[in-house]
C-alpha cells in the first residue's frame, strides 16, 4: 500500500470563532486522487481552507508522513491549483512556460541565476509528460485550458510539493479533456512523489478521476468511499422529487404530535418582551409598522442576530443556521429574479438552490433528477422560457418557490414576500402556502403592512391565508386575529 503523506487526527476548523469541521480523521496516500464533496456549508470548504494554509483557526492534529506538523510547514508541501485564480494568469501574454514554472513561484526572480540548467532539465522532462508539443519558449497564452491546467498542477510537482489542492469544478472541459487529465496525472504519479486533495462542488469528472470520496455533512465526515455515484447517491439519502401536494412525510407528521416546531422566547424590540410559537403546518403573519424592528425580527428568527429560539422543543445552538439539514428554518427575503442564480439554468435554479442548502452534496445528482423535476413545473407553467433571463416575473417567483417546496423546510420565515406584486405573484404565493401547508411546513410573513399588500383584512379572513395575525407598534402587541383553519 502506497505511504500516507498527509494525516488529520481529530482535526477542528474555525472561521470567525464559529466551528465549520469536526474531528476530522482522514488520511491521503501517494498517488491518490481525494476527492472532497458536499455542499458549501458542510465544512468540505473549511476543511480544504485548512490544508491550503487559509483557515484562521484550528484544533486537533496535522501529520506529514507520520510527523505532526504545523500549518506553515504543510504549507511548504502543499501547491494550491484553483480555477478562480487561474483567469487572470491564463491570459497573460509574453509570459514564457519557463517563467510561469521558475519565477512566478516563492523563490521569484531573488534565485533566477541558481541551478539554472537544472531547472531547465527538470522543465523539459515535466513538458515530455504534460506537455510534449510545447517548449519552455512557448507562451502561455497559446496553450488551450486543459494544457493550463495541467501545466499548474506541474509547476507544483517541479517545486517539491507533495500535495496538490485542487479547487476545480470543471465547468467547461469536455469529457476528451477530462480523459487526457486522466492519463497524464497516472504518468505523474510514476514520476512524482504525490496525491492530489480536490475540492468539487461540480458533478464533472468524479468517477474518472477520484480514487476516493469523502462526503461532508453539517460539519463531519459521514462516509469515505470508493467512487460509486449509485451509492453516494444511498448514503447521502437524497429525497427524489415529489411534486405531491398530499405527501407528508412521517418524520414531519410525527414532529406535529409533539408541540411547536418553532419557538421564540424573551423576544425585545423595544420596552415590550414577547413569546412566539409556531406549528407545523401554521401560517402566520406578524405585521410590525417600523421597518427597523421588522428587520431585527427577521433576523433574529433567521439567526443572524442573537435570541432564544427553540427547534422542537430544543434550543437552537449558537450558529445553528449554518446547519440547514439538522435544523431545516429557511429564511427568504429576495424573491424572484434577485432571490436565483442567473448564470444557472432554469433546471438548475429548481434543484442545485436548495440542495446546497440542504447539505446535501448536489455534484452527485443523476441527471434524471433535474429532467424529472423540471417537467414537473412545466407541466404546471407549459408557456413558460427555458432561459431564465426571459421567464415572466410569476414564473420565476414559482421556480423560485418550488425548489423550497423540494427541500421540504420544516419552518419558512419571509421578509415582505408580497411587497411589489401584482395580482397574478400574489396568486402564487396563496397557491404555494397551501403546498408547504400540506407538507406541515410552518410558515411565518413579516411584512410593514395591514393588509400584507394582498387585500383588506377582510378578504384575507375570507380565503382563509393566515391562520392568525399578530400586528405589532413599537415592539409590542396591539391586536391579534386568529382565524378557524380551513384545511
Known amino acids: 500500500m502506497n505511504q500516507i503523506i498527509l494525516e488529520t487526527i481529530a482535526l477542528r476548523t474555525e472561521y470567525d470563532n464559529v466551528r465549520e469541521t469536526n474531528d476530522a480523521y482522514l488520511n491521503f496516500r501517494e498517488g491518490e486522487i481525494s476527492a472532497l464533496l458536499g455542499d458549501r456549508d458542510s465544512g468540505r470548504l473549511s476543511f480544504f481552507d485548512c490544508i491550503c494554509g487559509r483557515t484562521i483557526k484550528t484544533s486537533g492534529n496535522i ?11 504543510l504549507n511548504e508541501n502543499v501547491h494550491l491549483v484553483s480555477d478562480s485564480e487561474s483567469i487572470s494568469l491564463y491570459h ?21 541565476s541558481l541551478n539554472y540548467e537544472s531547472k531547465n532539465s527538470r522543465g523539459r522532462k515535466l513538458l515530455e509528460i504534460i506537455l510534449p508539443k510545447h517548449s519552455l519558449l512557448d507562451d502561455i497564452g497559446t496553450l488551450s485550458q486543459m494544457e493550463f491546467l495541467l501545466l499548474k498542477i506541474g509547476k507544483g510537482l517541479i517545486q517539491g510539493a507533495k500535495i496538490i489542492a485542487l479547487e476545480e469544478d470543471f465547468e467547461g472541459y469536455s469529457e476528451a479533456d477530462i480523459s487526457i487529465l486522466r492519463s497524464d496525472i497516472l504518468l505523474l504519479k510514476e514520476v512524482y512523489p504525490f496525491c492530489i486533495v480536490w475540492s468539487t462542488n461540480g458533478q464533472k469528472g468524479v468517477t474518472e ?12 465526515i459521514i462516509k469515505q468511499m470508493k467512487v460509486s455515484i449509485s451509492q453516494i447517491m444511498d448514503e ?6 415529489n411534486r405531491d401536494t ?72 449558537v450558529n445553528w443556521r449554518f446547519q440547514h439539514e439538522t435544523f431545516p428554518i429557511i429564511g427568504l427575503d429576495q424573491y424572484g429574479i434577485k432571490g436565483m442564480f442567473p448564470e444557472l439554468s432554469p433546471t438548475e435554479n429548481l434543484i442545485l438552490p436548495s440542495m446546497r442548502k440542504a447539505s446535501r452534496p448536489g455534484i452527485v445528482l443523476p441527471e434524471g433528477i433535474f429532467e424529472a423535476a423540471f417537467r414537473e413545473w412545466k407541466k404546471q407553467h407549459p408557456s413558460s422560457e427555458g432561459n431564465l433571463q426571459r421567464m415572466s416575473r410569476s414564473d420565476r417567483l414559482s421556480l423560485q418557490l418550488e425548489s423550497w417546496l423540494i427541500f421540504h423546510p420544516a419552518v419558512l420565515i419571509l421578509l415582505e414576500p408580497f411587497l411589489h406584486l401584482d395580482q397574478q405573484g400574489r396568486g402564487i404565493f396563496s397557491q404555494y402556502f397551501s403546498l408547504f401547508r400540506k407538507r406541515d411546513t410552518a410558515i411565518i410573513v413579516l411584512s410593514s403592512s395591514k393588509t400584507n399588500y394582498l387585500a383588506e383584512d377582510s378578504a384575507i379572513l375570507k380565503v382563509g391565508l393566515f391562520d392568525h395575525e399578530i400586528y405589532y407598534e413599537n415592539g409590542a402587541i396591539v391586536k391579534t386575529n386568529e382565524y378557524e383553519k380551513n384545511d
Open 209 to 220: 478521476l477520484a480514487d476516493k470520496c469523502i462526503l461532508f455533512k453539517g460539519g463531519n
Open 236 to 241: 447521502t439519502n437524497l429525497v427524489p422529487f
Open 63 to 73: 501529520k506529514l508522513y507520520g510527523h505532526p506538523c504545523s500549518i506553515e510547514e
Open 92 to 112: 497573460f501574454c509574453n509570459i514564457t512556460v519557463a517563467d510561469y514554472l521558475f519565477l512566478m513561484c516563492r523563490d521569484g526572480c531573488a534565485k533566477i
Open 246 to 317: 398530499n405527501a407528508r412525510s412521517s418524520f414531519y407528521r410525527n414532529a406535529s404530535e409533539s408541540g411547536p416546531v418553532f419557538q421564540a422566547r424573551g423576544l425585545k424590540l423595544s420596552d415590550v418582551y414577547f413569546d412566539l410559537s409556531v406549528y407545523p403546518g401554521e401560517l402566520i403573519s406578524i405585521i410590525e409598522y417600523d421597518v427597523e424592528k421588522k428587520n431585527q425580527l427577521y433576523h433574529t428568527f433567521i439567526g443572524t442576530r442573537s435570541g432564544q429560539l427553540y427547534f422542537r422543543n430544543r434550543p437552537l445552538p
